[in-house]
């Protein structure tokens, strides 16, 4: 018959149609698993929904003996196993959430080669002497799929100890293939995988990082909830999507203010019961409509088509995190939103973690890099996609679908201001001796009579009331610009202010400092929201 042919000619399309039912493979695929399927090692970078999986999943059929696929989504092998089982691909996994009687099966089955896919922990290899590296030397395995594999570069942003042994595999099984994927990879990233994984030999698959459906739009915080709940009325009522916080704290509330609002929220994260989460994140994926409110613990090999919309309410620590949480919207490539409030205290809070972070001076300067990436990024003028690209080492052309294109930012030369606000720091620490936060250099410039003005007799500094022509919200936009770069920096636990070598440029006037002309939002009392 044709099919008979077909799976003569071409065991891999066949394959594609009859287990997985698509028609065709998609961009670069096809040669993945050509290059895997004859032998040889490859190395894939492909954005999140771009079809990673079967890359490996395809010649792990094709060849003889069992895939093993690592992957330290722990979480998701149950699902992952479950929906293979589903297609009648025989596929089993082995990690510490399992009891010792599932294991032997799996185990067994494994030996006997009557698996086509076994996924694993990479802990559970234990660097080349645990029972399970044994096991696998004594089954029949077709090829290595390493999934996630940014995890083995400690430059990028979601480093793995347990990833380091996998460069063992090479030595131990020299002819068996290896596919190392990842959705995350700057080119310093890409090579250190590479090199790590002793895929010298490799081909490397890079993909476009493009993600034309989605809507870049990076916005200054000034009331996040009302914000969040605007931007969900407005723009995506009855819609699913996913918001991000960084504390476990502001999931729970924020998960409240929506449900409370009447738009179907659930928490995810690490501080809930497991059985919570699985339970969550299950409602996430099965029901229409739902918003997932989380921390940067859910996410992660999730694969839901229809999220239209990731929300940001605060700073993400690196591009690279960004982009591949953002990257969780828009997989069924309708348009979709990513969009992020960011403030003046999200800077500050940062640059604190990062100075408080364990860890050596190198470490340190790698989280500063990644920040100041990010901070670049949200306070571009230019396309926010050109942007992105760039940092994936692509070119791109201004996309028109993002906030810049859109609406173009006006800038405005503000070095008077950036002058008067320095000068403030710099009097404060030089006539007095003394170290305060951005709130009270604002009061002063504003010519405001606080109780900590009068107090620290702070209305008797040359620079009080000197700062008027702006409002507060401005001044903490002025305060936030200065801070993403480099012109102030703040220090300790209560986040002083103080200056950089950069600052003593502008204070001398021999350096100019544009600014983004943001919208003026209505006048509110709170001003406790850090905008
Ligand atoms: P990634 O791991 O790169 O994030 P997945 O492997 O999960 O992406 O694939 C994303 C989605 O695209 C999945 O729903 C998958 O079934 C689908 N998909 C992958 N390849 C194809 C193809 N050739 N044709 C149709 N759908 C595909
Ligand atoms: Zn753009």
Known sequence: SALNDLSVADPALEVLHRVFGYDAFRGSQREIVDQVIGGGDALVLMPTGGGKSLCYQIPALVRPGVGVVISPLIALMQDQVDALQALGVRAGFLNSSQDLETRRQVEKAFLADELDLLYLAPEALGGGTSATWRLLERGNIALFAIDEAHCVAQWGHDFRPDYLALSMLHERWPDVPRIALTATATSRTHEEIAQRLNLQQARHFVASFDRPNIQYRIVPKNSPSKQLLDLLRTEHNGDAG?????????????????????????????GLDQR??????????????????????FGMGIDKPDVRFVVHLDLPKSIEGYYQETGRAGRDGQPSTAWMAYGMADVVQQRRMIDSSEGDLAHRRKLSTHLDAMLALCETVDCRRIRLLNY???????????????????TWD????????????YRLQSERNQKFGAGQSIDILLGKKTEKVTKFRHDQLS????????????????????????????????????????????????????????PEKPARSSGSSGG
């Open 242 to 270: 996913i918001v991000y916080c960084l504390s476990r704290a502001s999931v729970e509330k924020t998960a409240e203010t929506l449900s409370a609002a009447g738009i179907p929220a659930l928490p995810y994260h690490a």
């Open 276 to 297: 919570v989460r699985a339970a969550n994140q299950s409602r996430f994926l099965r029901e229409d409509g739902l918003v997932m409110v989380a921390t940067i613990a």
């Open 392 to 410: 994936f080492g692509q070119e791109a052309e201004p996309c028109g679908n993002c906030d810049t294109c859109l609406n173009p930012p006006q």
């Open 414 to 425: 503000g070095t008077v201001p950036a002058q008067k606000l320095l000068s403030t720091v």
């Open 463 to 518: 620079v009080f009331g000197i700062g008027t022509e702006l409002s507060e919200s401005q001044w903490r936009g002025v305060v936030r610009q200065l801070l993403a770069n480099n012109l102030l920096a703040v220090e300790g636990e209560y986040s002083t202010l103080t200056l950089t070598d950069g600052s003593a440029a502008v204070l001398r006037r021999e350096r100019e400092v544009m600014m983004r002309r943001e």
